[in-house]
């Protein structure tokens, strides 16, 4: 089980309950903004589109701000920025491998700004290529054991459209698949009725790191102060907390 998963479970609640909602709503609307831009307005046509929205959507978005982000990014509406995605490469406390994707419209300041919230915070930049070898890139899809989602269901559901596994998040299940396979794989459990949370394409590690309290402490401490900053959309990082120590920490 991927602690990095169980962290960005956490995260969502977090996100939802203390204050953050306002940076949350900014960067969902960057990545709908970006995906227009990308693939055009036209939802149907565009599953980017289609999964930015849903997410924006679950996290209680009015669907005004949402039709500006696409009107804005497809260029039908002034105002949007030309967002570029760029990836930074770091360590953390532990030689914990981290991954920080941007979406920024100044490289400078977000180079400046994510190198200063990493080694303020125990950690250090590392060249491009030094840590990416040691994630894939996949889809995950979040599904909420509150629909009433067994992990047989979901295969039921969705192995023919290419889910590689079903990961028990406690509260939630992660459901990996190749990136190429994820509007299959979240159609397929659509289909099946099933509901799900979120549908991204990720960086998920092919090694971890175990981490005791203290080093789980720092870690968490370093993604928080990298997760604040405005240009980021996503931290990903290979390490691993046992639930003992995660509800320690809690």
Not at 54 to 67: F, G, Q, R, T, V
Not at 79 to 98: F, H, L, R
Not at 147 to 156: F, H, N
Not at 157 to 169: H, P, R, S
Request: glycine share 8%; hydrophobic share 40%; aromatic share 6%.
């Amino acid at each position: 089980m991927s602690g990095h998963s169980k962290w960005a479970t956490t995260k969502h609640k977090k996100a939802v309950i203390d204050g953050r909602r306002a940076k949350n709503f900014a960067k969902l609307i960057k990545a709908i903004e970006v995906a227009a831009r990308n693939g055009g307005p036209d939802v149907d046509g565009n599953p980017t589109l289609f999964d930015a929205i849903a997410k924006a959507k679950k996290n209680s978005m009015p669907a005004d701000n949402i039709e500006r982000a696409v009107k804005r990014g497809a260029g039908l509406e002034s105002g949007g920025a030309d967002w570029q995605t760029i990836m930074y490469e770091g360590y953390g406390p532990n030689g914990v491998a981290i991954m920080i994707e941007c979406l920024s419209d100044n490289r400078n300041r977000a180079a400046s700004e994510v190198r200063v919230a990493v080694t303020r915070n125990g950690g250090s930049m590392a060249d491009p290529g030094s840590v990416s070898y040691l994630f894939n890139r996949k889809g995950v899809i979040i599904v909420n054991k509150a629909v009433g989602a067994t992990e047989d269901s979901i295969l039921e559901a969705a192995l023919d459209a290419g889910v590689e596994e079903v990961n028990d998040l406690g509260e939630s299940f992660e459901v990996v698949c190749e990136a190429s396979d994820l509007v299959a794989a979240r159609t397929a459990l659509q289909t099946a009725g099933i509901d799900y949370e979120s549908a991204d394409s990720s960086f998920l590690p092919s090694m971890q790191i175990p981490l005791d309290a203290e080093g789980a402490q720092k870690v968490f401490e370093l993604i928080d102060a990298i997760e604040e900053l405005d240009d980021v959309q996503n931290v990903f990082s290979n390490f691993d907390v046992s639930d003992e120590v995660m509800a320690s920490l809690s």
